[in-house]
């Protein structure tokens, strides 16, 4: 009965003031949709290689490589013996894995089709030990055995058609240009899209090498291209056992360490790969923590600009349930029924605003989703939800409710009632104080927001508009044809593909090379420069003879490649050009540049030209010392500049002729600039998040300034007639009533510069090329939140200004 007459005079409260509360209720369903949505966005990038039932003992080892003091390898791959040789010699590690990922893309031929493109990964037997892929056919073990592999559940589909699993075991494949054929030894459930590790086939890791020759397997000298993870035994303590790489590396590498070559061993924990990954020749499916993290700071501020909302409006209303309280305290109502009553208005309030924002998100889930490039979902997120995760879910949840409910609550459930039913209530100077914190508070936060909105803005158009110094539009790159055999022939084939190429209409040019613009490219060390003994390290790229012209890459000296530079013999290949960045690093000029003579290990190369810098990869990373060597490689896609035309028609004419010129290989393309701009999917990505919600957070701010505002004109309505009456004009009324709101603002506009300052500085650092922000950029931005909150103040206190002063006046 009680809670039902709690229920009752919820309701008629929330009834009888209908434009408060619904700014109240607004504000709260504003903010909890932002939040459930990035929630929704944050928990999935922290979910990543939770699902494994050992994720906290496993961890990535990395290998960072000092070439002479200077750091030539940051990353994780390293020689094929390492892993194993850690499990014998520590006691720590219960297991190993090794894992390959094979150079290009790789090509599957089932069926007789020919599949391009699919994720193919050579583990070893301990692979599915350490990590938790289940199959649905099949046995792990059977990952001991040369030529066999796992298939997921979509390629199996793929390659054989609709078919139970159990028999498609014993199915046969052929991967890559190998004649003998892979038979399918189990098949695996499709890997979870909150894996850092995607695959589509697992081939055994023992089809690397020969029984009777375990060189590749035990080396420490050459290949370093494998992978490793080690399980170590649980309560193991990693930063211990990475100080024991110490003496690892002394013991093992001691040819190197001779050469001024050091290796220092790391552990990566298995739930920090996807966020926190810097690495060279990255693998995985990485993002950004820092991201990550500056979202959920976002959520944070518009949960408490949100709370800050409904304390501020609750008190505000204090004089108007005065009354009420003072009424029922004399009925005999104690403090403690008081505080129930309005702590269940508050439950009420959140509640309703919450199943609305449950609504919201439901109803915006498919454009959120495509803001973040994935299939999220409300239910998906709560349902994968861990113990620890729904404590601090309950724990912000109450600690919400405890500050937005009960201090509205104990303001209001403590006034006298003999005070308040003799007419001699006031506003308490204290509660009055505290809610121009709050609104200084919540308005330094917005404004903050909307800065770095504004920022981020600014770096995105940067980086949009900056000359990187060559041409990748309008560039269709064709997959190499990596079932055609590498021979003294290929050479000429390809220039011979490239001339056909270039004689349909809509081509401009052709060109192959190992990488093209946005992949990393390949990292040399050993550079000595004529006949001397200082080492240098550069970067390298493999270019035929029409790579600088088809991007349009600036010659500064010399000349470019001609065909005759490129040779199947590797030792006839003698010439070598060098980026303005390389030039530097030698001590060179364009004088004296020509005809230099430059040492890769024993290999002499003679300096025919030099280029201008260009960005290979994004703004992330600085333009670095660059080698181009000539050659037509068989792993090399085929870069095809084409006219603004019809590219569809373009297309079919390129499949036709590579068709023709490499029969039994798969055709497969895509356009340079969407490949190149993925780069900057997690900035875009962050930039699109930032703008939504900073408009959110500056909405729900003005809505508080709305009630406020509107709150302090209604009890000021007998003031406002008789300074009317006496000659006051409508101005200087709106002057008068918004002055102390905008005051705040414009002290909230201050304290905003300093935390924008510093929080941009942080995610700036992410770039090797950034803007630097002017005074512009910040006062911007304080002029936008200032004419925003001024015009919010005086459109609610003109509505009171201009009412007729006989109405006014009568007002009670």
Avoid at 45 to 57: A, L, N, P, T, V
Avoid at 419 to 437: C, E, P, W, Y
Avoid at 479 to 500: C, E, I, N, V, W
Avoid at 522 to 540: C, H, K, P, V
Wanted: glycine content about 6%.
């Amino acid at each position: 009965m009680m809670w039902a007459n709690y229920l009752k005079t919820a309701v008629r409260n929330q009834l009888r003031n209908k434009a408060f509360s619904a700014i109240n209720i607004s504000g709260l369903v504003i903010g909890l949709t932002a939040c459930l949505f990035i929630y929704q966005f944050v928990s999935f990038e922290w979910s990543y290689d939770r699902f494994h039932s050992k994720s906290d003992q496993i961890y990535r080892v990395i290998d960072d490589v000092d070439y002479q003091g200077k750091q030539i390898q940051h990353g994780t791959m390293t020689y094929p013996a390492v892993g194993a040789l850690m499990a014998k010699d520590y006691e720590e590690i219960a297991l190993h894995t090794r894992m390959l990922v094979p150079f290009g893309e790789s090509i599957v031929k089932a069926n007789n089709q020919v599949y391009l493109g699919d994720k193919c990964l050579f583990v070893d037997e301990h692979f599915l030990s350490v990590f938790d892929f289940p199959l649905v056919a099949g046995q792990p073990s059977v990952l001991q055995e040369k030529y066999t592999a796992i298939l997921s559940e979509s390629m199996a589909k793929k390659y054989f058609g609709q078919a139970d699993a159990q028999s498609l075991i014993g199915k046969e494949f052929f991967w890559s240009t190998e004649p003998t054929p892979y038979t399918v030894k189990a098949i695996a459930k499709d890997v979870p899209e909150n894996s850092h590790l995607q695959f589509d086939v697992l081939i055994s890791y023992a089809s690397l090498y020969h029984p009777d020759n375990r060189s590749f397997e035990e080396s420490l000298t050459e290949k370093p291209y494998v992978r490793h993870y080690l399980l170590l035994h649980p309560e193991t303590d990693d930063q211990v056992l990475e100080e024991k790489f110490i003496a690892f590396s002394q013991r093992y590498f001691t040819a190197d360490k001779a050469v001024g070559k050091v290796h220092a061993f790391t552990l990566q924990p298995l739930k920090q790969v996807h966020l926190y990954s810097d690495y060279a020749y990255e693998y995985a499916q990485t993002s950004s923590g820092k991201v990550v993290w500056a979202t959920v700071w976002i959520a944070g501020i518009i949960l408490v600009i949100a709370w800050i909302n409904y304390i501020n409006l609750t008190t505000s209303r204090s004089l108007d349930r005065a009354k009420e309280v003072g009424v029922r305290k004399v009925m005999g109502a104690n403090a403690r029924q008081l505080l129930k009553q309005f702590v269940f208005e508050s439950v009420l309030v959140t509640t309703l605003a919450l199943l609305a924002a449950v609504l919201l998100v439901l109803l915006l889930q498919k454009p959120f989703n495509a803001i973040v490039d994935g299939d999220r979902s409300l239910w998906t997120t709560f349902a994968a939800l861990d113990p620890k995760s729904i404590i601090i879910l309950v724990a912000a949840s109450i600690i919400g409710l405890a500050l937005s409910g009960f201090y509205p609550a104990f303001i209001l459930s403590s006034f006298q009632p003999v005070t308040v039913l003799k007419g001699k209530f006031q506003r308490s100077a204290k509660g009055q104080f505290m809610r121009k914190i709050l609104v200084v508070f919540q308005f330094t936060a917005a404004c903050a927001l909307v800065t770095a909105t504004f920022m981020v803005s600014r770096q995105m158009e940067f980086m949009r508009k900056k000359d990187m110094g060559i041409a990748i539009g309008n560039t269709m790159v064709v997959s190499p044809p990596m079932r055609t055999l590498f021979d003294s022939t290929y050479q000429g084939r390809m220039k011979t593909f490239k001339h056909a190429l270039q004689d349909l209409s809509q081509v401009v040019s052709v060109t192959t090379s190992s990488q093209i613009p946005g992949a990393r490219p390949y990292t040399t060390s050993d550079i000595r420069l004529n006949e001397g003994q200082e080492r240098y390290t550069a970067n390298q790229l493999v270019v035929d003879e029409d790579f600088f012209t088809n991007y349009e890459v600036k010659l500064l000296a010399g000349r470019t490649f001609a065909f005759s530079d490129c040779n199947f013999d590797w030792n006839k290949v003698k010439n070598i050009i060098i980026n303005r960045s390389a030039m530097s690093l030698f001590g060179l000029n364009t004088e004296n540049v020509l005809d230099a003579k430059i040492y890769i290990g024993d290999k002499e190369w003679t300096v025919v030209g030099v280029v201008e810098n260009f960005h290979q990869q994004s703004l992330h990373t600085a333009i670095e010392p660059m080698l181009f060597t000539p050659d037509y490689g068989p792993f090399n896609p085929t870069s095809v500049k084409l006219t603004g035309g019809d590219h569809p028609a373009s297309i079919r004419e390129i499949k036709t002729l590579f068709e023709k010129f490499f029969p039994d290989n798969a055709f497969q393309y895509y356009f340079l600039e969407d490949q190149f701009n993925k780069q900057y999917n997690d900035d875009r990505k962050f930039s699109t998040l930032t703008k939504v919600f900073t408009i959110l957070s500056v909405i729900i701010s003005c809505l508080g300034l709305i009630g406020l505002s509107t709150y302090t004109a209604i009890q000021r309505t007998k003031e406002i007639g008789i300074r009317k009456v006496l000659g006051a004009s409508v101005m200087s009324i709106i002057a008068l009533l918004s002055i102390d709101f905008i005051k705040l603002v414009l002290v909230a506009v201050v304290l905003s510069v300093p935390l924008a300052y510093f929080g941009m500085e942080e995610w700036l650092s992410r770039y090797a090329y950034r803007i630097n922000p002017g005074v512009l950029v910040y006062v911007m931005p304080m002029g936008g939140i200032l004419l925003i909150a001024a015009g919010t103040i005086c459109g609610q206190v003109l509505k009171t200004a201009k009412r007729d002063p006989v109405s006014t006046l009568k007002y009670e």
